[in-house]
């Protein structure tokens, strides 16, 4: 049963420091999503890669949010430094885009859970 | 710009009833797709249901079925014979066919009642 993997799947820090999360998206689908949830914005894009080349992260803030896919096996979200507001439920999702004109599913991994104090 | 508008932040239904969530959406493009997703207490997102806009007939997958009405960019969700396992937050999707970004309603909150 394929399924996309995210860890930590709980994280609670102090304001300042380094977090980094870690995304195992479905072998074999070639486009990776970075969505933040939170009560008062919803869910939110905040950056997107296909065949590990970013193609939109316009949704992240620039200054101290980075995304980077090393390997096709893996994607990260980097927070530094971090603060109180970027406690929130942070979600990858995966998906086989571009073929055939089919709806191009994304499947989402269980997310991580960030709570910056 | 693109948007994706759920008006019912919060809805309740009885068990064995039907419900319906609405979502507005707008766009000036004519190709896109339309999803439904569930998301449990458990946080997971789940894929309820999908509408290619250049099919008319309505998608239905078991118990869930849509109401899509191009004119009126409405896409709404219909679920019948509620259960327990149904209460959940409902999001409401949508990407045009030239991209693959997603753009996601605020979400309504149903709550099935034994």
């Known amino acids: 049963d394929a399924r996309v993997t995210q860890t930590p799947r709980h994280k609670v820090t102090e304001m300042g420091q380094e977090v980094t999360m870690r995304c195992q998206p479905i072998l074999g689908h070639n486009t990776v999503f970075w969505y933040r949830q939170t009560m008062m914005q919803g869910l939110e894009l905040l950056a997107y890669f296909r065949n590990r080349a970013p193609l939109d992260d316009s949704g992240m803030p620039k200054d101290r949010f980075s995304a980077e896919m090393p390997d096709a096996t893996l994607a990260t979200l980097k927070i530094q430094p971090s603060e109180p507001r970027d406690s929130a439920v942070y979600f990858c999702?995966?998906?086989?885009?571009?073929?055939?004109?089919?709806?191009?599913?994304?499947?989402f991994g269980p997310g991580t859970r960030l709570t910056v104090l | 710009a693109q948007t994706v508008t759920q008006s019912q932040p919060e809805m309740s239904v009885q068990e064995a009833e039907t419900v319906t969530l609405s979502c507005t959406y707008d766009?000036?493009?004519?190709?896109?797709?339309l999803f439904w997703y569930k998301q449990p207490p458990s946080r997971q997102m789940i894929l309820v249901i999908r509408?290619?806009?250049?099919?008319?007939q309505n998608a239905t997958e078991n118990r869930f079925s849509v109401n899509f009405q191009k004119a009126a960019k409405s896409f709404s969700l219909k679920i019948s014979d509620s259960q327990l396992g149904d209460t959940a937050m409902y999001f409401c999707?949508?990407?045009?066919?030239?991209?693959?970004?997603?753009?996601f309603g605020t979400g309504t909150r149903l709550k099935v009642l034994a």
């Open positions: 999707a949508f990407r045009t066919s030239g991209t693959y970004k997603y753009i």
């Open positions: 509408q290619e806009a250049y099919k008319q």
């Open positions: 999702a995966s998906g086989s885009m571009g073929g055939g004109g089919s709806y191009n599913e994304q499947f």
């Open positions: 766009t000036s493009e004519s190709n896109y797709y």
